[in-house]
């Protein structure tokens, strides 16, 4: 990596540290957020406020060698919005990987960008809330978790073909957080039927931090 990369700025909605993962297969881990400003899908339930296409939400150029600066865990998440729509995506995951840290990116799968494979992807579809927004048919056998959003039980259905044919790739139900009081016994259900999949609870909602 050029040391001229780490000068490129991106659109940063907000940053923070030393929180844990609240998700999926790292809940529970230490962990770095940076949030990246923007996204086209517009999921009706997004709790980041990008359920109208995020007008008038926070977003700073900020460069990579700020954000660097400001670490402190071993793993870094990248989310947003969408990371993907962003072109120099690949250029902030290889200098966090240069700093020895860990990655994670947290996407729809709306969007593609050749990142390195020591990414860890997490793909959580939208394409059944957004059916503009398919998801690219590289992350199902790129992503290494799969976190579907479950409301009606209907999701799993919606991506049956796909789950089916990646079945090494862990799948993590995760209850509609406006919804949960009737998500988590449909989930439970699911469970029943898929025994390999696994629950997963928003933790840092419960325990109050970001």
């Known amino acids: 990596m050029l040391v001229s990369n780490l000068h490129i700025k991106l659109p940063i909605h907000e940053t923070f540290q030393n929180t844990v993962q609240g998700e999926g297969f790292w809940t529970g881990t230490l962990v770095d957020f940076i949030r990246l400003a923007g996204c086209p899908v517009r999921c009706p339930w997004c709790d980041t406020g990008y359920q109208n296409g995020g007008n008038g939400l926070p977003s700073v150029a900020r460069s990579i060698s700020e954000l660097l600066a400001e670490l402190q865990s071993p793993r870094v998440v990248i989310t947003g919005g969408e990371p993907f729509i962003h072109r120099d995506l690949p250029e902030l995951v290889a200098a966090l990987l240069a700093a020895d840290k860990q990655v994670s990116i947290e996407t729809s799968g709306a969007y593609w960008q050749d990142v390195s494979p020591l990414a860890w992807i997490t793909l959580s ?67 029943k039927q898929h025994p390999s999949y696994r629950l997963s609870l928003q933790t840092h909602k419960f325990i109050g931090v970001q």
């Not at 394409?127 to 048919?137: A, F, L, M, R, T």
């Not at 290494?144 to 790739?169: A, P, Q, S």
């Not at 406006?178 to 449909?186: G, L, M």
């Open 125 to 191: 579809p939208k394409e059944h809330v957004s059916p503009k927004y398919p998801v690219q048919e590289i992350f199902w056998t790129r992503a290494n978790e799969i976190k579907l959003v479950v409301g009606t039980g209907e999701e799993v259905d919606f991506y049956r073909e796909h789950l089916l044919k990646n079945v090494n790739i862990p799948v993590f139900l995760q209850p509609e957080w406006s919804a949960k009081d009737q998500a988590v016994p449909i989930i439970l259900e699911l469970l």
